[in-house]
């Protein structure tokens, strides 16, 4: 009788504690925010399509299943499953991409300003590292199976370094990674070759070269 007692004095004081913990979360969180593309994207990724308009294949993307072509200057491919192309994971802070690399291939030095990466190889030898803040560099030979962090901002690259074709997916504590190449950034664009000399230190005729390589101008 006593116990019953405790148990009724206690159930009402202990549905309160719950519903508001739950009131206070539902204030933060939605289910999801399946992407509507007809509006503009801002800063937090895409507005939200009406529940009524989202269907299952808004939270499904095929696509990864197939190897990108890698009949490029970089003998590599990236596939990516971003918000971007994947409307369901819009707002949930994931997404993944596949990246292909046929021997010599390779992913150049690039960050992505908005995500930590986790890269899983699944097929082949792929040396890939990153560069701390402080300078430090740690890169490793990967074997099918590894999996390897690139924390979040920093420059990194992969590359295959084995005699046949190798695969990873990597995905991405954001549905929007973000990305930025760094020889691109240098060597892809119209800044004068006079300004990447005086900011890179590099000879101008390796800059130009490098430009004509990459579809530079200046
Ligand atoms: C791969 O890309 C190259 C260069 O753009 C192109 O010539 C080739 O037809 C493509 N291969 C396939 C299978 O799409």
Do not use: W
Not at 46 to 54: P, W
Not at 143 to 166: C, E, R, S, W
């Amino acid at each position: 009788m006593h116990l019953l007692n405790e148990v009724k004095m206690s159930f009402p004081a202990l549905f309160l504690i719950f519903s508001f913990l739950f009131s206070f979360s539902n204030a933060a969180v939605q289910d999801f925010c399946v992407a509507d593309y007809s509006a503009p994207e801002g800063p937090a990724g895409y507005s939200c399509k009406k529940e009524a308009k989202v269907t299952v294949n808004d939270f499904v993307f095929s696509g990864l299943g197939v190897a990108g072509n890698t009949s490029n200057i970089i003998k590599a491919a990236v596939t990516p499953a971003t918000a971007s192309v994947f409307p369901g994971l819009n707002g949930l802070g994931v997404s993944l991409l596949r990246a292909d690399l046929a021997p010599g291939g390779v992913i150049p030095f690039h960050t992505h300003p908005g995500a930590s990466e986790l890269a899983l190889v699944v097929d082949g030898t792929i040396c890939a590292g990153f560069v701390s803040s402080a300078n430090n560099v740690y890169f490793k030979t990967l074997q099918k199976g590894d999996i390897m962090v690139f924390p979040q901002g920093l420059l990194h690259f992969q590359i295959n370094t084995g005699k046949t074709k190798a695969l990873f997916y990597a995905s991405f504590s954001s549905a929007i990674p973000g990305l930025q190449i760094l020889d691109y950034a240098l060597f892809k664009n119209n800044l004068p070759t006079e300004i990447i000399a005086e900011t890179t230190f590099l000879d101008p005729a390796v800059i130009k070269k490098l430009k004509g390589v990459l579809g530079g101008t200046n």
